[in-house]
């Protein structure tokens, strides 16, 4: 070691000698793509997504309408772009929450350990028995139809997902020798876990809101498609699914089919992402 | 006043269920300025008593006896006394600094957040770390303030501890082998910058290591520990010339001998024992080759003998006897 240190030689920063990868750049393209149709929708959307015209119903894609209209004759086109702020909104909501819960949770429990963490930790095994879309209902039921009752009903369903995943990982942290050198340094219970333990979880972290993403949309999709979501006619994925399958079998699926599509689209894009940030980071510095 | 005291220090763990002592009776003391050596093989306990000096100890532990840092009993202190103890007064450089450090930070997140914690401001506390890393030989210290661990070798990343350890100006430091997970040219690299800094700043240092050599060359005092007993603490010159305790002499002689190199390597027969499996007697007396009836039967305490310590009921007779080879009949 002593000879190697001798020529101080700046060691070029790792990333700039890694290959680009493609699952990572073509996914992020397409969230980047949705997110920046969610932003511009007016100025990228041909036509209002609410002008129903009855004269032309159910068509097929022509200049007017590139991906023909929907059974109100309104532009399935504007409809799609349109509902990207909804469907995105959602999950994006429900993910923030729950992580943001699930992290608090899971790095208190991991650090105090004791009656904390068995509370934490039976409330979710708890929270488990309950399928997402049940809670959901419940919530609808209890609260009526739109946004904020599945939402939240979903963020607290998915807390626990996230809090177990995490706790698992920053208990992990917790007993490696540099936390302990940080406690003898005398930094206090806040700074080791906020700049040390969280900022050791935050990859697996990004890892596991990607991958939750992706089902946080079909659940809320699921949600929506049943009715008890955003209602019609608001343009929204699941909403679109939903009243399109009257006209699927007057042979006209185009409604159903193009919303359904845009949905696989989302969750494949984050799914694929998800999963090779998380095999990625299995290379990446550990102690 | 002496800056820290141990009286009668005993640790139990918690394994599978029922507590196990892992430290039986540690007396040591160590005056401002000197430096202890606290030297034994492994599961000596070593680590443990160096660790119960600073309460980082596992959950569980119960600790017994009394530990006094400028007369204020350690395991008396409340949290924040503690915390002013551990920011202020003593500082611990550990074995593995790749372990010891977050990886996911800069070298100047690690060495500022302490000073920053102590309500420092950020230029000076910037100023006293890139003077500090200057005094223990790192090159460049702008630069490495950005650097990551992984970017640094592991003699640089050591000294970047001990820049870390000193930064905070203690009165007091620990040093849990501070060398042992470097090779041997960054060992002596490390030991000297260390010796050098504690005679500047007239720091107290306890050093643990299981290398004897190293500790009598740069400790005032060598403490010897077997099976979790303080059995020997002599002055470090004195170690050699004078044996005392048969662990001691033992150990002495296992080493090999540069200059007149025996073909077999002296050993001390049968095997270290564990701090939890001492019997009634002298914890070494299964292994010692002048062992009588009463070492099997009572325990020896400690008690001062010439210029050091000795924990032996035939230390007085031996003097003399004990040599520099190996027991009789030792070695297989």
Same mark, same amino acid.
């Given at each position: 070691?002593?000879?190697?240190?001798?020529?101080?030689?700046?060691?070029? !920063?790792?990333?700039?000698?890694?290959?680009?990868?493609?699952?990572?750049?073509?996914?992020?393209?397409?969230?980047?793509?949705?997110?920046?149709?969610?932003?511009?929708?007016?100025?990228?959307?041909?036509?209002?997504?609410?002008?129903?015209?009855?004269?032309?119903?159910?068509?097929?894609?022509? !200049?007017?309408?590139?991906?023909?209209?929907?059974?109100?004759?309104?532009?399935?086109?504007?409809?799609?772009?349109?509902?990207?702020?909804?469907?995105?909104?959602?999950?994006?909501?429900?993910?923030?929450?729950?992580?943001?819960?699930?992290?608090?949770?899971?790095?208190?429990?991991?650090?105090? &350990?004791?009656?904390?963490?068995?509370?934490?930790?039976?409330?979710?095994?708890?929270?488990?028995?309950?399928? &997402?879309?049940?809670?959901?209902?419940?919530?609808?039921?209890?609260?009526?139809?739109?946004?904020?009752?599945?939402?939240?009903?979903?963020?607290?369903?998915?807390?626990?997902?996230?809090?177990?995943?995490?706790? !698992?990982?920053?208990?992990?942290?917790?007993?490696?020798?540099?936390?302990?050198?940080?406690?003898?340094?005398?930094?206090?219970?806040?700074?080791?876990?906020?700049?040390?333990?969280?900022?050791?979880?935050?990859?697996?972290?990004?890892?596991?809101?990607?991958?939750?993403?992706?089902?946080?949309?079909?659940?809320? !999709?699921?949600?929506?498609?049943?009715?008890?979501?955003?209602?019609?006619?608001?343009?929204?994925?699941?909403?679109?699914?939903?009243?399109?399958?009257?006209?699927?079998?007057?042979?006209?699926?185009?409604?159903?089919?193009?919303?359904?599509?845009?949905?696989?689209?989302?969750?494949?894009?984050?799914?694929?992402?998800?999963?090779?940030?998380?095999?990625?980071?299995?290379?990446?510095?550990?102690? | 006043?002496?800056?820290?005291?141990?009286?009668?220090?005993?640790?139990?763990?918690?394994?599978?269920?029922?507590?196990?002592?892992?430290?039986?009776?540690?007396?040591?003391?160590?005056?401002?300025?000197?430096?202890?050596?606290?030297?034994?093989?492994?599961?000596?306990?070593?680590?443990?008593?160096?660790?119960?000096?600073?309460?980082?100890?596992?959950?569980?532990?119960?600790?017994?006896?009394?530990?006094?840092?400028?007369?204020?009993?350690?395991?008396?202190?409340?949290?924040?006394?503690?915390?002013?103890?551990?920011?202020?007064?003593?500082?611990?450089?550990?074995?593995?600094?790749?372990?010891?450090?977050?990886?996911?930070?800069?070298?100047?997140?690690?060495?500022?957040?302490?000073?920053?914690?102590?309500?420092?401001?950020?230029?000076?506390?910037?100023?006293?770390?890139?003077?500090?890393?200057?005094?223990?030989?790192?090159?460049?210290?702008?630069?490495?303030?950005?650097?990551?661990?992984?970017?640094?070798?592991?003699?640089? /990343?050591?000294?970047?501890?001990?820049?870390?350890?000193?930064?905070?100006?203690?009165?007091?430091? /620990?040093?849990?082998?501070?060398?042992?997970? /470097?090779?041997?040219?960054?060992?002596?690299?490390?030991?000297?910058?260390?010796?050098?800094?504690?005679?500047?700043?007239?720091?107290?240092?306890?050093?643990?290591?299981?290398?004897?050599?190293?500790?009598?060359?740069?400790?005032?005092?060598?403490?010897?520990?077997?099976?979790?007993?303080?059995?020997?603490?002599?002055?470090?010159?004195?170690?050699?010339?004078?044996?005392?305790?048969?662990?001691?002499?033992?150990?002495?002689?296992?080493?090999?001998?540069?200059?007149?190199?025996?073909?077999?390597?002296?050993?001390?027969?049968?095997?270290?024992?564990?701090?939890?499996?001492?019997?009634?007697?002298?914890?070494?007396?299964?292994?010692?080759?002048?062992?009588?009836?009463?070492?099997?039967?009572?325990?020896?305490?400690?008690?001062?003998?010439?210029?050091?310590?000795?924990?032996?009921?035939?230390?007085?007779?031996?003097?003399?006897?004990?040599?520099?080879?190996?027991?009789?009949?030792?070695?297989?």
């Amino acid at each position: 070691m002593a000879t190697l240190e001798a020529p101080l030689v700046a060691t070029p !920063a790792p990333r700039s000698r890694r290959r680009p990868d493609w699952v990572v750049l073509s996914t992020g393209t397409v969230i980047a793509l949705l997110v920046l149709m969610a932003v511009f929708a007016p100025l990228l959307a041909p036509d209002n997504p609410d002008y129903a015209n009855i004269l032309a119903t159910n068509q097929g894609p022509s !200049a007017a309408h590139l991906l023909g209209t929907d059974s109100f004759g309104r532009d399935l086109l504007s409809r799609l772009i349109y509902g990207v702020r909804l469907s995105l909104l959602g999950p994006a909501l429900i993910i923030l929450i729950a992580t943001l819960v699930g992290t608090v949770l899971a790095i208190l429990s991991a650090w105090y &350990g004791g009656w904390f963490d068995r509370v934490v930790s039976r409330a979710a095994d708890i929270l488990f028995a309950f399928p &997402g879309l049940i809670f959901a209902m419940l919530a609808v039921a209890m609260f009526g139809p739109g946004l904020v009752a599945p939402v939240v009903a979903l963020s607290i369903s998915y807390t626990p997902y996230l809090m177990r995943v995490i706790r !698992a990982e920053a208990l992990r942290q917790r007993n490696l020798p540099y936390v302990a050198a940080c406690y003898v340094g005398g930094l206090s219970v806040r700074t080791i876990c906020t700049r040390h333990i969280l900022r050791n979880v935050m990859p697996l972290l990004v890892v596991q809101a990607a991958l939750s993403f992706g089902y946080a949309l079909v659940d809320l !999709a699921a949600v929506s498609y049943l009715g008890l979501g955003v209602q019609p006619p608001t343009p929204e994925w699941g909403v679109m699914v939903s009243t399109g399958q009257s006209a699927i079998l007057a042979g006209h699926p185009q409604e159903s089919l193009l919303a359904g599509l845009m949905i696989v689209i989302t969750v494949v894009a984050f799914n694929l992402l998800g999963d090779r940030l998380a095999s990625r980071q299995k290379g990446t510095v550990r102690p | 006043m002496n800056v820290l005291e141990i009286n009668h220090l005993a640790v139990e763990l918690p394994v599978e269920g029922a507590l196990r002592r892992v430290l039986h009776d540690v007396t040591l003391s160590i005056g401002p300025g000197e430096a202890v050596g606290l030297v034994g093989e492994s599961g000596a306990g070593k680590s443990m008593a160096s660790r119960a000096v600073i309460r980082l100890l596992p959950a569980g532990a119960a600790v017994h006896g009394d530990i006094r840092y400028s007369g204020d009993s350690v395991l008396a202190m409340d949290r924040a006394a503690l915390r002013h103890f551990r920011t202020h007064d003593v500082a611990m450089v550990f074995q593995d600094p790749r372990a010891h450090i977050n990886p996911v930070r800069t070298i100047g997140d690690f060495l500022l957040e302490a000073l920053l914690e102590r309500g420092e401001r950020r230029d000076d506390a910037r100023a006293a770390v890139i003077a500090v890393l200057a005094a223990v030989g790192v090159s460049e210290p702008e630069r490495r303030l950005r650097q990551f661990p992984h970017e640094l070798s592991g003699g640089l /990343l050591q000294r970047v501890m001990i820049a870390a350890a000193l930064a905070v100006s203690p009165t007091l430091l /620990l040093a849990d082998e501070p060398t042992t997970a /470097l090779d041997v040219t960054t060992q002596s690299d490390v030991m000297v910058i260390l010796d050098a800094r504690r005679r500047e700043r007239g720091l107290a240092m306890l050093f643990v290591t299981h290398d004897l050599e190293l500790a009598a060359a740069v400790c005032d005092r060598i403490a010897v520990l077997y099976a979790g007993f303080l059995v020997e603490d002599a002055p470090a010159g004195d170690l050699h010339r004078n044996l005392r305790h048969p662990y001691t002499a033992g150990l002495l002689a296992s080493r090999p001998d540069p200059v007149a190199p025996r073909p077999r390597l002296a050993a001390i027969p049968g095997r270290p024992l564990s701090a939890f499996e001492v019997g009634a007697g002298c914890a070494f007396a299964p292994r010692c080759a002048f062992a009588v009836e009463r070492c099997h039967l009572e325990r020896p305490e400690l008690r001062v003998l010439d210029a050091g310590r000795v924990a032996c009921h035939r230390a007085e007779e031996l003097a003399g006897q004990l040599a520099l080879s190996p027991t009789p009949g030792g070695s297989e």
